[in-house]
C-alpha cells in the first residue's frame, strides 16, 4: 500500500472509532423532557420515590439530606420521619450500606452513585432509561433494558409500572408496552413518576441551578442600572468638550 493510502486508510480509522464505540447506544430514540428545580412538588414526590426505590442501592454521595430537605421545602422533622431512617443524622451525606465488591459480584457492576448521573448521562437519556424495561427471561434478574443492553440492574419500578414487553411486529421491535392491569399505575401515571424522579436526580446535579438563575437576574439588573449612569456620565463629559 502506497504512503497517501496508507495514510487514508489511518484517517478512515479514526473517523470510525467513536462512531463504532458508541453508536450502538446513541442509536435508540431517546424520549425528551424539560426538567424544572422550580416544581417543588415534582421534586419532592421524585426525592420519595428515590429514597424508597433507589437508595438502597445507589447512593447520593455529594448531597446532604438536611441541604434537600431545605432547598425542596420539607421540614426538617417530615423528612426525618417520612425519608430517613430512625439511626441516620440528617446532617450526613444520602449514602447507604451497599458493598462495593459484594454489589459487583451481585449485579455484574456495582451500582454507580447517581448525584450527577443526568450531568453524565443527561436527563432524557435517564428518563428513556427507567422506561425500557422489559421481560427476558434469560437476563439473570428476568430483565433487560432496550436504551442499555444487558444492564446489570433489576427493574426497581416494576410494581409501579407493571409487566413491560418489547413491542414487536413481525420481525421488528421498537419500544416496549406495557400488559393492561399489571401494575399499581396507569401508563400516563408511570410516566409522571419517572418525570419526577429524574427531575430529583437532576436536582441533585446541580442543587445551585435555582440561585444561579436567582443572581444572573439580578446581575443584569445591576448592569442595567450602571448602563444607564454611564451613559448620563458620558452625556455630561461631552457637554464639556463642546
Ligand atoms: C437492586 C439494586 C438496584 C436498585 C434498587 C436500583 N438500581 Fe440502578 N443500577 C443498579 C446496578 C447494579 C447498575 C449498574 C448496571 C450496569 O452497569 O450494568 C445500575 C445502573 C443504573 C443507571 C445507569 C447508570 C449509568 O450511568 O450507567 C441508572 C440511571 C440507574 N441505575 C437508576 C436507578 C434508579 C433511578 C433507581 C430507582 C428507581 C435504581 N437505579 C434502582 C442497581 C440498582
Known amino acids: 500500500m502506497s504512503f497517501p493510502s496508507r495514510l487514508a486508510t489511518g484517517l478512515l480509522f479514526l473517523l470510525l472509532v467513536p462512531t463504532v464505540a458508541f453508536g450502538a447506544a446513541s442509536n435508540y430514540p431517546l424520549e425528551r423532557i424539560r426538567t ?3 416544581n417543588l412538588p415534582s421534586l419532592q414526590r421524585g426525592a420519595a420515590l428515590y429514597m424508597n426505590y433507589c437508595l438502597g442501592c445507589h447512593s447520593l454521595q455529594h448531597q446532604r439530606h438536611n441541604r434537600t430537605a431545605q432547598d425542596l421545602g420539607i421540614p426538617e422533622d417530615l ?8 439511626d441516620v443524622d440528617i446532617g450526613s451525606h444520602i449514602t447507604n450500606a451497599m458493598p462495593h ?11 454507580p452513585d447517581l448525584t450527577m448521573v443526568t450531568r453524565v448521562r443527561g436527563s432524557n437519556w435517564v428518563y428513556t432509561f427507567l422506561k425500557s424495561f422489559y421481560l427476558d427471561e434469560s437476563r439473570p434478574f428476568g430483565v433487560n433494558n432496550a ?5 446489570g440492574m433489576p ?10 414487553r ?11 408496552v406495557v400488559e393492561a392491569g399489571t401494575g399499581r399505575m396507569s401508563e400516563s ?6 418525570y419526577d424522579l429524574v427531575n430529583f436526580l437532576d436536582y441533585t446535579g446541580e442543587p445551585y441551578k435555582q440561585d444561579r438563575q436567582r443572581i444572573g437576574v439580578y446581575v443584569l439588573l445591576f448592569l442595567l442600572i450602571l448602563f444607564v449612569f454611564t451613559f448620563l456620565l458620558g452625556r455630561e463629559y461631552h457637554k464639556e468638550v463642546h
Open 101 to 111: 465488591q459484594g454489589a459487583r459480584e451481585w449485579f455484574g457492576n456495582a451500582p
Open 79 to 86: 423528612y426525618r420521619e417520612l425519608l430517613l431512617f430512625d
Open 189 to 194: 401515571e408511570y410516566a409522571d413518576a419517572v
Open 166 to 176: 418489547l413491542n414487536c411486529n413481525g420481525g421488528s421491535c421498537e419500544g416496549t
Open 155 to 164: 427493574h426497581a419500578l416494576i410494581e409501579l409500572q407493571g409487566t413491560p
Open 147 to 151: 436504551l442499555f443492553e444487558n444492564v
Open 36 to 38: 424544572d428545580h422550580s
